[in-house]
């Protein structure tokens, strides 16, 4: 099931992974352009009204509570909450380096400057259900609370007994957030967005979400600021004969558990070795719980590419993009100054993906799609911005005039050149 | 015409001011897409046809040839080269500081690391007719040479001789692009998103341009990166009763020249002084050539807003977050860290905003429309993305799996544990 293709002859499933996506029914998009504008119009109310459509639940109050908080430690199992501690140990130490300072470049009679600021406000989108993982709480947080952002909110769907799973909460507690509000879908991102009578609204929104969340941020993007729009997930594993066929069938199962979208490529330079990683699949498969939907990620999206030499693999490679990507050859370092586009690689048999998931420290919300061509991990930097200040004084500003009004005449902007003229006319009477 | 209004009484032109902006026609985005669609079928052909319909010239080749730069050179006043040439040192130095490195961060058995690599390929959109501007060249293109991107590729519309204006080529010569395309408007972006037969594609696009420029940069994000899509511009001078009120009408109008959608204001706290500023435009006026655009401008979105106290003011300036932010009070200095939220701030009486437009090495592709609260002036960053490295060797997998395996259980996701446990396997045996 899963496909061995040659790198040499053209491949249609080839094409289609690389420019897979998952494209919204217009019906959606008008849905939650509807749902957006409703909140934008009523505020809590709406929020209420949805939340009882599909959430199917009645709120008092959207917050939660110090007691919830409390009654979710004493639900989570304590080695639990030590390996989420251990986890954000490790997150901070990786992103605690992100931090920027600004800086100052100064001159006789003038000053250039870049100051950093922290956002203000942050809004942190977490999904409910199957899809409610501590270890989103801790990647999308961490950062933005090394950035210094003042108030991080946390929205997320309770489910119909009102309530939130325990380790989301401790994971929320661990990371500091501000506070966790039991609302979800189009309805929260308008809410934060917009803000309404009791959410006050915010800077930016960040978090993984379902299409109905994708489509509001996106909508909402430019009101708010966002992180990006992220497509289904992926690996691609490069692999010679050294590596472990074994190890590489799991790590394409626990790439493709995740959605049947998701695309898990292993790209080799004999045949042989293709063969002997699919021979691992099948006896592999039947012990895992979400084998559905493995075998259609697998049908859809996953390939074994043969490659004449490793050399044209990494380039297969840049031209994929991808948002996770193993090395599973010999001497994996050597070859990664030559990986100019990927979001996170993994060096050699004993990194699966999941240590970077949950436990390296490295962030797991990554660029997919292709877009790891321009697009970065999450980090620090996505929760500050920067602001320039320019000092002249007059003398300064005399030395620079010609130029400047130079430059302006040539654009044709004459108020630009008299804003600078103006400031010596009592000079030249 | 520039009104005075007290930040006191509700005002709805204020309201209306935070929440201009530029709504396109849904004819425009029809328009937009047809372009881009038929650009992406049908390539060169389509750019062709529509540089016909648009620029109203039928090129033999795209690109700008030697001699046309050469050429260019010639047509140029020596001191106007004179003057980008200094403009381009103070970019440089400006914006060489942003340069960021990577870093490591090594365990006894392990590594976590952060990679930075330039964008490969990048296209700058630069506007034709008279908002073709050499410094807009400058700002777009200098801090993508020196995050090292390989490729630089601008496209502008040329005139109906097929001409480019000479100080657009010379700026980008000394810029160091690689090469100019003389095509324009939305089918400009869709070759840069697509590519066509002779352009290759590009992985990021950035500079301004027209609204269907605007839209179509908005509509291709995602296949390749943007910078931002840019609203009409800003300035706010927040000014006590030691400024020069002649100095703030000027700095006013150089502001309201570009554009009717520009806002210029004034926040100040005293209603004598915002009277003597008021009293300066009617003369100041008469001489600008572009009176009637910065008089409509003022009109509808300019005003001098008087508050009770300066601390008032910053209140209001962080609201607004404006794209430039003139401090004209004594002392402006200690107040820059009360501010935050603002593309560029500009210090004292001799540092009008076209100081950092032109000369001063701060970029000036700026955030407008109050996203200075979660956006940075472009940078070198933005041309550059970054990967995350993670290793492990078995030692380091064997003490981390505990933590790893219990969240993979947590939140379902059994493949995700079986990665870590498959490779422990032997040694149980």
Known sequence: MLEILSINHKSEKLESIINRTNLP?????????KILLNVKENGDEAVRRYSLIYDEVKLKSFEVSEDE???????????????????KKNIETYHEKQLQDGYKINEKNSYVQQIINPIERVGVYIPGGKAAYPSTVLMNVIPAKIAGVNE?????PPNKEGKIKPSILVAAKLAGVTKVLKIGGAQAI?????????????????????????????????IVGIDMVAGPTEVVILADET???????????AQAEHDEMASSIVITN?????????????????????????????ENYGAIIVVKTIEEGIELVNKLAPEHLELMIKNPESIVHKVKNAGAIF???????????????????????????????LNVNDFSKKTSVVYYNKVALSEARKHIELIAEEEGLYGHGKAISIRFEEDSK
Do not use: C, W
């Not at 908080?69 to 986890?87: C, H, P, R, S």
């Not at 934060?192 to 909508?219: Q, W």
């Open 347 to 377: 060096l050699g048999d004993y990194t699966p993906e999941p240590v970077g998931d949950y436990f390296a420290g490295t962030n797991h919300t990554l660029p997919t799609s292709g877009t790891a061509r321009f697009t970065s991990p």
């Open 270 to 298: 004999t045949e042989e070795f293709a063969q002997k990683i699919q021979q691992e699949i099948p006896n592999l498969l039947e012990e895992q719980p979400r084998k559905e939907i493995i075998k259609s990620s697998f």
């Open 243 to 253: 590596a472990n066929p074994r190890f590489i069938a799991a790590d394409l199962m």
């Open 152 to 156: 991080i909110v946390i929205v997320t």
């Open 25 to 33: 029914t217009v019906e959606i998009t008008k849905s939650v352009e």
């Open 190 to 222: 308008g809410a934060l967005a917009y803000g309404t009578e009791t959410i006050e609204k915010v800077d930016k929104i960040v978090g993984p979400g379902n299409i109905y969340v994708a489509l509001a941020k996106k909508s909402v993007s430019g």
């Open 69 to 87: 908080f409390n009654e979710a430690l004493e639900q989570t199992d304590e080695n639990l909450v030590n390996a989420l501690i251990e986890a």
